[in-house]
């Protein structure tokens, strides 16, 4: 296992590697909770019980994926990195999708399924690793620091100490209220455990700060640790229906779109994931990604595999981030992370404890650690710094990883090209310029 993880040539051993996918788990965790609130439409009222999908099944399913896509990501690519289905894309798939377009969430599934096999196809020929390797080493800087600032943002929010405003569209929160100071709590002891170089302090700061929560009664004690597992009965397997039911409801432009967002936003979320975790974990070699065809792959199957079960798109997780900082440097961390989310079928009723409060700190830490990539920006360089900027700066202001690669890499070709360097853009750079005009055309 040591050998084939390669844990003495990474610096790391089994403890560090526990405590790694333990902590990405638990800043993952809230997923089991949000998907069948946010599949099942449980914030839109007055809706018929046609629409929406099964709270139960779609938390299995949501568990099932993100098992499966974890241990596959750890036994297929060796990479740190957990998998679950996305936040934005399955908001894309219950607001846009079903309740925007009215298509039926059984054909819905049928999109992410189709998706899937797409990448599947696309990794399988090498195609989305020549994406990755031709993205220019800037950029890759400029897509690191910019998901630090964005999973910072997330952070400050799921802490509440920024909060929504109607005139200035953010402000600060209210900082005396309970569980804003238990996360400031969990994000200064973290800090201290930080600075005295203590590892694993991102994990035992989450640790310390649940505690309190309940001590303090900000979190619910659980009144049992056991439950049972709901059925999946509803959504297992119903992404076939559409094929043999209704094929001709395959072939409508609505359905086009539905697939080339899904294919859209999980291509390029997860490009993005794996640059800034490999970034972090020191993984990169020659600014190029190691077993990138390998990760994509693997991504590629949790897709699929999580349409079967009955959930939106499967993908890779910034949250990541927060067990390498942990000590995680291995496939190992995601085999733990897949087992972790198998347990938590049976578990459930613990989950609830780990509340946006408890991961705010964690996410904020990472953000913290993550933008040390500004620094290998060519700054000086104004063709270099325009694109760079635009990619760091449009992730948080557009609450997406993927709208921010796109802003950046549409400036890259523009400023490289008036400035005289020609001849270092990649020409595939120039295919992804074309793909992005037409994306914020068509899709945005």
């Known amino acids: 296992m040591k050998k084939y993880f390669e844990f003495d040539k990474l610096g790391t051993n089994y403890r560090r590697e526990i405590i790694g996918g333990l902590t990405t788990f638990l800043a993952m965790a809230y997923i089991l909770a949000v998907n069948p609130l946010m599949l099942s439409l449980d914030a839109v009222p007055d809706l018929p019980d046609a629409m929406r999908m099964d709270k139960g099944a779609v938390f299995v399913a949501t568990a099932l994926a993100a098992a499966v896509g974890s241990i596959f990501m750890g036994l297929i690519a060796r990479y740190p990195i957990g998998l679950a289905p996305g936040m934005g894309l399955n908001a894309f798939?219950?607001?846009s999708v079903v309740l925007g377009y009215g298509i039926p969430w059984q054909t819905a599934l049928t999109g992410v399924l189709f998706s899937g096999l797409i990448f599947i196809v696309l990794s399988l020929t090498g195609l989305r690793e020549m994406i990755i390797n031709?993205?220019?080493?800037?950029?890759?800087?400029?897509?690191?620091?910019?998901?630090?600032?964005?999973?910072?943002?997330?952070?400050?929010?799921?802490?509440?100490?920024?909060?929504?405003?109607?005139n200035t569209l953010v402000t600060l929160g209210n900082l005396a209220a309970g569980p804003t100071l238990l996360a400031i709590f969990g994000l200064v002891v973290t800090v201290i455990m930080m600075v005295r170089q203590i590892k694993?302090?991102?994990?035992?700061?989450?640790?310390?700060?649940?505690?309190?929560?309940?001590?303090?009664?900000?979190?619910?004690?659980?009144?049992?640790?056991?439950?049972?597992?709901?059925?999946?009965?509803?959504?297992?397997?119903?992404?076939?229906?559409?094929i043999f039911q209704d094929p001709a409801s395959l072939f409508t432009t609505q359905f086009?779109?539905?697939?080339?967002?899904?294919?859209?936003?999980?291509?390029?979320?997860?490009?993005?994931?794996?640059?800034?975790?490999?970034?972090q974990a020191g993984l990169?070699?020659?600014?190029?990604?190691?077993?990138?065809?390998?990760?994509?792959l693997a991504d590629s199957l949790a897709t699929v595999t999580g349409s079967i079960f009955g959930t939106s798109t499967t993908t890779s997780y910034i949250e990541s981030t927060a067990g390498v900082a942990a000590g995680a440097r291995t496939g190992f961390a995601s085999i733990v992370v897949g087992i972790l989310f198998l347990l938590s079928l049976f578990f459930s009723p613990l989950l609830f404890v780990i509340t946006p409060e408890v991961t705010a700190p964690a996410l904020i830490i990472v953000g913290v650690l993550m933008v040390s990539t500004l620094g290998n920006i060519e700054w000086t360089k104004f063709e270099i710094?325009?694109?760079?900027?635009?990619?760091?700066?449009?992730?948080?202001?557009?609450?997406?990883?993927?709208?921010?690669?796109?802003?950046?890499?549409?400036?890259?070709?523009?400023?490289?090209?008036?400035?005289?360097?020609?001849?270092?853009?990649?020409?595939?750079?120039y295919g992804l310029f074309v793909i992005f005009i037409l994306y914020f055309i068509f899709i945005k």
């Open 284 to 296: 990169m070699k020659d600014d190029k990604l190691p077993r990138a065809g390998k990760a994509l």
């Open 385 to 429: 710094a325009v694109p760079a900027f635009f990619t760091i700066i449009a992730m948080p202001l557009t609450y997406s990883i993927a709208t921010g690669i796109a802003i950046g890499f549409v400036f890259y070709p523009i400023t490289m090209l008036l400035s005289g360097r020609r001849k270092e853009i990649h020409p595939i750079m």
């Open 93 to 95: 798939f219950a607001f």
């Open 134 to 166: 031709a993205i220019p080493a800037q950029l890759k800087y400029a897509v690191g620091a910019g998901i630090g600032l964005f999973i910072t943002f997330l952070g400050l929010q799921n802490a509440k100490i920024i909060v929504a405003d109607p």
């Open 200 to 242: 694993g302090a991102i994990f035992y700061g989450m640790i310390m700060t649940t505690v309190l929560g309940m001590v303090v009664q900000l979190i619910e004690v659980p009144s049992q640790v056991v439950s049972k597992v709901p059925s999946v009965e509803s959504t297992f397997g119903v992404a076939f229906d559409a």
């Open 256 to 279: 086009l779109v539905i697939v080339i967002t899904f294919l859209f936003v999980d291509f390029f979320d997860t490009a993005g994931t794996l640059v800034a975790v490999a970034n």
